[in-house]
């Protein structure tokens, strides 16, 4: 029997359903992504982008696998355990998420600046204090001692992912006209693995795993807990990121 024949319908289709009002939240429909995808930004404030975005991806996968940890339900944890090996590269570290992300960071704000953009530069700086409180939050969501609210957190991280990448991805169309037309859609490998695949199966994948662990509408108000929790968290996110953009100009 596979995981969605042991499921009772009606939370599968009540979980797909919360899952969808991520695009009425701030944390979609906000003032940055409306900067991000306006036109061809300042190199200060693509360089506070980046330095903020990728402070922020770089715990993703060590969250996908505290989900994993802190779900008990095999099923929900198998779910996880799919999202993970994905984030990885599904066995390619050449391939794994985040070294995909340095490269087109680092690449993108070189060709910007006009100068070598390393790694250890992106790494370097501070976070805003608005992006250590988004990661603080994170954390403490996906090792809440209840799975339910874990895999509400996975549910919301996941049903954002793929509609901020889309917005991310828009946004940096914009400078296009850095590269060669091959090397464009060559260095954008982050975003169409993510477009492209791996979010949209996250996305089934997190629908599952939450459903998993949802028996009764109380077991659902304790993923809508962890849901609505990492949606406020990321809304505050990328308002302190376009502030902070704003200033760098």
């Known amino acids: 029997m596979s995981v969605q024949q042991t499921l009772a319908p009606s939370y599968l289709d ?6 969808a009002t991520v695009h009425e939240h701030p944390a979609l429909d906000n003032e940055f992504y409306r900067l991000w995808m306006s036109g061809t930004l300042p190199y200060p404030q693509v360089e ?13 996968s060590v969250m996908v696998a ?3 940890l802190h779900t008990e339900d095999l099923a929900a944890r198998v779910e996880c355990v799919k999202n ?17 992300l340095e490269r087109f960071l680092t690449d993108l704000l070189t060709r910007l600046r006009g100068a070598p953009f390393t790694v250890d530069e992106l790494r370097a700086s501070e976070p805003l204090s608005t992006t250590k409180a988004f990661g603080q ?27 901020m990448l889309v917005r991310l991805y828009e946004g940096v169309r914009n400078y296009k006209h850095l590269y060669g037309e091959d090397e464009f859609h060559e260095e ?5 693995v993510h477009i ?41 996110y990328w308002k302190g990121v376009h502030e902070a953009m704003l200033s760098a100009s």
């Open 14 to 19: 009540t979980v797909r359903d919360l899952a």
């Open 48 to 60: 506070t982008f980046a330095r903020e975005f990728y402070a922020r991806t770089v715990n993703t």
């Open 66 to 68: 505290l989900s994993v």
């Open 84 to 100: 993970l090996y994905s984030e990885y590269g599904n066995g390619d570290p050449e391939k794994a998420h985040l070294l995909l």
């Open 137 to 163: 939050g994170q954390r403490a969501l996906f090792t809440d001692p209840d799975q339910r609210v874990v895999q509400g957190a996975l549910l919301g991280q996941e049903h954002l992912a793929y509609s």
């Open 188 to 192: 954008c490998e982050y975003f169409y």
């Open 196 to 236: 492209g695949e791996a979010e949209k199966e996250h996305k089934a994948e997190a629908i599952v795993s939450a459903a998993a662990v949802c028996r009764s509408d109380d077991d659902l108000a304790h993923v809508r807990q962890g849901f609505d929790g990492f949606l406020t968290l990321t809304a505050g």
